[in-house]
T-cell receptor, first 111, second 114 residues
Framework: KNEVEQSPQNLTAQEGEFITINCSYS?????LHWLQQHPGGGIVSLFM???GKKKHGRLIATINIQEKHSSLHITASHPRDSAVYIC?????????????FGKGTKLSVIP | GVTQSPTHLIKTRGQQVTLRCSSQ?????VSWYQQALGQGPQFIFQ???????GRGNFPPRFSGLQFPNDSSELNVNALELDDSALYLC???????????????FGPGTRLTVT
């Protein structure tokens, strides 16, 4: 069964703190998405990665294929980073692909 | 970008509903997801070039259509209370065309079944 586990479920941080959100998955994947969801529902794709590390501004995503684990880091956190962060494992096969999502990590950054 | 309509919808148990999605121009693949309150989204199905191309663990009363004009629909018959959720569509170009699985999400339709 394809499962995706995220931790922590909830995270409160002071502005400026370094934040790490973890994601683990159970079987081999084609790629891993990190997504951001704001209140109201809209989802924005932050990263898609299948190996190594990607960086965009203050956001860094890493993946370790052997350990089936990925992390999302936010440096110098800001209140505008407050959102739900979701990791989603992409499984492909037989000409189709689908995302299996974690339950999300609700991040609140306090000024 | 990807748009969805309506934004919010209230239906009664047993009714039928149609949700609409307009994909990013030229995208040939659309996926639909259901997100219950406090949960991560769950994959309903995927359409590629107007044919169903993969399905999650949802009953047949969840059906879809994809049209050649970058639009698609999610239909749900015989609504149940547990169908209350945020419904998201995401469009993409096929992996064979781009070498990428990147999907672009719409803002979602919030369905409430009473």
């Amino acid at each position: 069964k394809n499962e995706v586990e995220q931790s922590p479920q909830n995270l409160t941080a002071q502005e400026g703190e370094f934040i790490t959100i973890n994601c683990s998955y159970s079987v081999g994947i084609s790629a891993l998405h990190w997504l951001q969801q704001h209140p109201g529902g809209g989802i924005v794709s932050l990263f898609m990665l299948s190996s190594g590390k990607k960086k965009h501004g203050r956001l860094i995503a890493t993946i370790n294929i052997q350990e089936k684990h990925s992390s999302l880091h936010i440096t110098a956190s800001h209140p505008r980073d407050s959102a739900v962060y979701i990791c989603a494992a992409l499984y492909s096969g037989a000409g189709s692909y689908q995302l299996t999502f974690g339950k999300g990590t609700k991040l609140s950054v306090i000024p | 970008g990807v748009t969805q309509s309506p934004t919010h919808l209230i239906k009664t148990r047993g009714q039928q509903v149609t949700l609409r999605c307009s994909s990013q121009s030229g995208h040939n693949t659309v996926s639909w997801y259901q997100q219950a309150l406090g949960q991560g989204p769950q994959f309903i199905f995927q359409y590629y070039r107007e044919e169903e191309n993969g399905r999650g663990n949802f009953p047949p009363r969840f059906s879809g259509l994809q049209f050649p004009n970058d639009s698609s629909e999610l239909n749900v018959n015989a609504l149940e209370l547990d169908d209350s959720a945020l419904y998201l569509c995401a469009s993409s170009l096929s992996y064979s065309r781009t070498g990428s699985y990147e999907q672009y999400f719409g803002p979602g339709t919030r369905l409430t079944v009473t």
